[in-house]
């Protein structure tokens, strides 16, 4: 059964109606665990540890036509208009209305979108680059999509992805993939955990009428680890050269492929807990495990 919101709260979850989660004592320990595993995990391949911000240029992610395919899952680093009337106007009024909304009122120009996966940056940040040779990076950030619904620690608005990225050929790609997929077998039954994987689309708008839904159809380039056959707890993605070409991205003269492998970290939470219970002393040490598979694959430090 699965742990209830008063057991999650006894852990340290504080949830938001808004679909956002605070994390302490316990939960906030072992979703350290969890990165700090994944951290170890990237040690295969020597993974470099990026940090970006929280946002993008709205420019840079149209490159790769993100605003056409997902505007209905975009979030936005929205600011006041900083004309001195339009403040004036705004603070003449009630501020917040009655649902507890901001009033309305003047905005500066929507320039920056909230970061919908971690590796956007990592293109982004690269961008015009010539590579001598493949690169591989990690990074986390807090991510932000809009749904339908919010569900604590398994569907939320704001959340933590951690994500190793390879960027290279496209045989660099495909051996990257492959080890992840070995590494990642090793590791779930060594967290207690049995995830199927299965084939998946990216959520597009009208995907119908997207010819990329239609080409993941034929040729799928996403699979994703389904815990408790409907929670997406990792996934691995092929992207070809679509980032390469979008952000000017060559190696050998030629646009670079890359791929990715993603984990929610607070569908990680839910996962552990459903499986393990609320109590600490049951968790598994996920660091522990992820160094037991790299000792096992002949992977370096992180």
């Keep these: 059964m ?3 919101p008063a057991e999650l709260a006894r852990i340290g979850l504080s949830w938001q109606p808004s679909g956002q989660a605070a994390l302490r004592g316990p939960l906030l320990a072992l979703a350290e665990d969890c990165d700090r595993a994944f951290v170890r995990l990237a040690g295969l391949w020597r993974a470099r540890e990026e940090r970006h911000p929280c946002s993008l240029p709205a420019e840079r992610l149209q490159r790769v036509g993100y605003l056409r395919s997902f505007p209905h899952q975009a979030s936005f680093a929205a600011r ?3 004309e001195e009337a339009d403040l004036e106007a705004f603070l003449d009024g009630p501020v917040v209305d009655e649902h507890g909304a901001l009033a309305q009122a003047r905005l500066s120009p929507l320039s920056e979108v909230l970061t919908p996966a971690a590796c956007y940056h990592v293109f982004s940040d690269r961008l015009g680059h010539s590579l001598a040779g493949p690169e591989f ?5 807090s991510c932000f999509r809009r749904e ?3 569900v604590p620690l398994r569907r939320l608005s704001g959340f933590t992805m951690r994500e190793v990225v390879c960027l290279g050929t496209g045989a ?6 492959r080890l992840a997929r070995e590494a990642l ?9 049995e995830p199927q994987w299965h ?8 995907p119908r009428e997207n010819p990329r839904y239609l080409l993941q159809r034929v040729d799928p380039v996403k699979y994703e680890a389904i815990y408790g056959g409907d929670l997406a707890i990792a996934s691995t993605n092929r992207h070809h050269d679509h980032f390469g070409t979008g952000f000017g991205l060559t190696l050998d003269g030629r646009p670079v492929h890359s791929a990715c492998v993603a984990f929610g970290l607070e569908r990680w939470l839910f996962a552990l807990t459903d499986r393990h219970g609320t109590d600490p002393e049951r968790w598994p040490s996920l660091e522990a495990a992820a160094a037991k598979v790299c ?3 002949g992977g370096g430090a992180p």
Excluded at 137 to 141: I, M, Q, W
Excluded at 172 to 177: R, S, V
């Design 199 to 206: 084939p998946a689309t990216d959520p597009f708008f009208r």
């Design 295 to 297: 000792a096992e694959l």
């Design 137 to 141: 990076v990690t990074t986390r950030n």
């Design 2 to 4: 699965s742990p209830s």
């Design 185 to 193: 077998e090793l590791f779930f039954p060594l967290a207690g955990l």
């Design 148 to 150: 339908r619904e919010y």
């Design 80 to 82: 006041l208009s900083p």
């Design 172 to 177: 660099d790609t495909a051996e990257f993939l």
